[in-house]
């Protein structure tokens, strides 16, 4: 073929080391030995992994970190992308091994989706990770002694009831003043508790906390404590 400063080949199949080699002709027919140049044919996109937050099944906040790794066996992992759908995507940032990220609101479970590319150009497929978003306190109830309107003792049994849809309910706490509280307890159904003396409406107070210590604001039921007897008389 004529010579040109440039020419279209086609390399052999197959990821590696390609060498392409080359003779030159001319016109008295004299021809060279061979030259040759090679380059690494790399097809093959990067694989990897990510992880939020350690692999924590819950998070209290939208901010969270990632951890991320990739291997790429020629070029090299050049770069990577973030997206919280697999649809809308950051834009290709050098390759890191993590860093912070913002998960979109709303309780639920959250996927965060990573892409790497290579030195080559390659793209990987999103490699994924999820993680339930928790904000939410629990809800509950409280009954002293079984809902009576009187106690004639300031030892009373506490009737509790919580809920969390996420993480669980995890503890609870009590006072009977709203201001000066029992350290936190595990949450039960059942507790026991002593009135503060004196007799009057009493009312005692709880707060529920669930796994990712989201509390809940205060919950309260009133008894009267009446420890005096009656006086009276007769006459015949």
């Given at each position: 073929?004529?010579?040109?400063?440039?020419?279209?080949?086609?390399?052999?199949?197959?990821?590696?080391?390609?060498?392409?080699?080359?003779?030159?002709?001319?016109?008295?027919?004299?021809?060279?030995?061979?030259?040759?140049?090679?380059?690494?044919?790399?097809?093959?996109?990067?694989?990897?992994?990510?992880?939020?937050?350690?692999?924590?099944?819950?998070?209290?906040?939208?901010?969270?970190?990632?951890?991320?790794?990739?291997?790429?066996?020629?070029?090299?992992?050049?770069?990577?992308?973030?997206?919280?759908?697999?649809?809308?995507?950051?834009?290709?940032?050098?390759?890191?091994?993590?860093?912070?990220?913002?998960?979109?609101?709303?309780?639920?479970?959250?996927?965060?989706?990573?892409?790497?590319?290579?030195?080559?150009?390659?793209?990987?497929?999103?490699?994924?990770?999820?993680?339930i978003?928790d904000?939410?306190?629990?809800?509950?109830?409280?009954?002293?002694?079984?809902?009576?309107?009187?106690?004639?003792?300031?030892?009373?049994?506490?009737?509790?009831?919580?809920?969390?849809?996420?993480?669980?309910?995890?503890?609870?706490?009590?006072?009977?003043?709203?201001?000066?509280?029992?350290?936190?307890?595990?949450?039960?159904?059942?507790y026991?508790?002593?009135?503060?003396?004196?007799?009057?409406?009493?009312t005692?107070?709880?707060q529920?906390?669930?796994?990712?210590?989201?509390?809940?604001?205060?919950?309260?039921?009133?008894?009267?404590?009446?420890?005096?007897?009656?006086?009276g008389?007769?006459?015949?």
């Amino acid at each position: 073929m004529a010579y040109a400063t440039s020419y279209a080949w086609s390399l052999a199949a197959g990821d590696g080391t390609k060498t392409v080699y080359v003779r030159y002709i001319d016109a008295a027919g004299n021809t060279s030995g061979a030259f040759n140049d090679t380059i690494i044919l790399d097809t093959t996109a990067p694989s990897g992994t990510i992880v939020i937050n350690g692999g924590a099944v819950y998070t209290a906040g939208t901010s969270v970190t990632v951890t991320l790794s990739a291997t790429d066996a020629l070029s090299g992992v050049a770069q990577l992308r973030l997206s919280n759908d697999g649809a809308s995507w950051t834009g290709w940032v050098a390759y890191s091994t993590g860093g912070p990220w913002t998960l979109d609101v709303g309780d639920g479970t959250k996927t965060v989706y990573v892409q790497f590319r290579d030195t080559a150009g390659n793209a990987s497929g999103s490699f994924t990770d999820t993680i339930i978003l928790d904000t939410t306190a629990p809800t509950g109830t409280v009954s002293i002694n079984g809902g009576a309107a009187f106690t004639a003792s300031t030892s009373v049994t506490l009737t509790l009831s919580a809920s969390d849809a996420l993480s669980g309910v995890a503890q609870m706490q009590f006072s009977n003043n709203g201001s000066t509280w029992s350290g936190w307890v595990p949450y039960a159904t059942s507790y026991p508790w002593t009135l503060t003396a004196g007799d009057a409406p009493k009312t005692v107070y709880v707060q529920f906390r669930d796994a990712l210590n989201n509390t809940s604001g205060d919950i309260t039921d009133t008894i009267v404590l009446d420890t005096t007897a009656p006086v009276g008389g007769v006459s015949i």
